[in-house]
């Protein structure tokens, strides 16, 4: 499975943007669909997940301003970023969960990462 992300930049604070990220190859079923972030000295940090079902979760630190949905028949998945924080500055990376249900084992795969900075 490969994963192509897109739409990382630059924003000043308070601006918007979108991240994109679309799998591609031979997928069992995608149980999950992530985005993750590192920014420099820290450790990745999980920012959204958009689960099987529509069950959606957000870090604290994104609530109320990032928005993640996918598109099950493109295996898509948007990060829409709003209200754009310095402290968001970050690579963000996609994740995504590929399940083979028949032999009951799951595969976790990761896209190339793309920088967001936010900054005046």
């Known amino acids: 499975v490969q994963l192509q992300a897109s739409g990382g930049g630059l924003v000043q604070p308070g601006g918007s943007l979108r991240l994109s990220c679309t799998a591609s190859g031979r997928i069992f079923r995608l149980s999950a669909m992530a985005w993750y972030r590192q920014a420099p000295g820290k450790q990745r940090e999980l920012v959204a997940v958009v689960r099987s079902g529509a069950f959606v979760h957000y870090a604290d630190s994104v609530q109320g301003r990032f928005i993640v949905s996918r598109d099950s028949a493109s295996n898509t998945v948007i990060l829409q970023m709003n209200d754009l924080k310095p402290e968001d500055t970050a690579v963000y990376y996609c994740?995504?969960?590929?399940?083979?249900?028949?032999?009951?084992?799951?595969?976790?795969?990761w896209g190339q990462g793309t920088q967001v900075t936010v900054s005046s």
């Open positions: 994740n995504v969960e590929d399940r083979d249900s028949y032999r009951d084992l799951r595969y976790d795969y």
